[in-house]
């Protein structure tokens, strides 16, 4: 989780995640603290607490630095301008873009959801080679023809999104029935 705004959407794929038992690895950026704390009524450690294991940004040699670690993939959500940069540039001066850098090396899944507006030629570039690289930039735009009844209904639908790039996540609406802050 970088620092843009849309909190939620990392905090719900790590409820989603944690409903079907899939190990999460969870690096949270000092901007994304920044971020959860005025957009959102979690602490950092109730975030903390929904993954099975939490790693410091500063933490270059933590496991998904290395390729051998196998993952199913990473998502960045949501990623903030900085963070697609240097993911573009393969900048990796932190665990998270390291990590992401591995995954789009080892051709694993990579899902940024990127969130700014307006964007600019630079971001728009950035986003390009993401995707040539094999990146997904997926922005966590709402559809609005499945008529969703509320911001958190929303937030689901773009995270089960996001999981459905990957193997063996059950992504119906069944499986994420009952969650969201409301069972928080
Ligand atoms: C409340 C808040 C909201 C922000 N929203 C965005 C945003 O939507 N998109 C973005 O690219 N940056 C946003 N920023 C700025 C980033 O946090 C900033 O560029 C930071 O350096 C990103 O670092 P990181 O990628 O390591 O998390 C926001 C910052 C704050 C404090």
Same mark, same amino acid.
């Given at each position: ?57 500063? %933490? ?7 390729? &051998?670690?196998?993952? #199913? /993939?990473?998502? +960045?959500? !949501? ?40 964007? %600019? ?7 390009? &080679?993401?995707?040539? #690289? /094999?990146?997904? +930039?997926? !922005? ?45």
């Amino acid at each position: 989780m970088t620092g843009a705004t849309g909190q939620l959407y990392g905090i719900r794929l790590l409820e989603l995640l944690a409903a079907q038992d899939i190990e999460t690895h969870l690096v949270l950026s000092d901007s994304a603290q920044i971020t959860i704390r005025q957009e959102t009524d979690y602490d950092t450690a109730d975030i903390t607490g929904l993954a099975d294991v939490v790693h410091s940004n500063e %933490n270059i040699g933590a496991s998904p630095a290395s390729g &051998s670690f196998e993952t #199913a /993939g990473m998502v +960045v959500a !949501p990623c903030s301008m900085k963070t697609l940069s240097n993911v573009a540039h393969g900048d990796a001066g932190n665990l998270i873009v390291r990590a992401a850098d591995v995954a789009l090396k080892e051709r694993r899944p990579l899902v940024l959801l990127p969130r700014e507006t307006p964007l %600019n030629r630079i971001h728009l570039e950035n986003m390009l &080679s993401v995707t040539d #690289a /094999g990146g997904i +930039v997926m !922005p966590p735009l709402p559809s609005f023809y499945n008529e969703p009844e509320s911001i958190d209904e929303m937030v689901t639908d773009t995270a089960s999104r996001a999981l459905s790039y990957f193997d063996g996540i059950d992504v119906s609406a069944e499986e994420w029935a009952g969650l969201g802050p409301s069972s928080a």
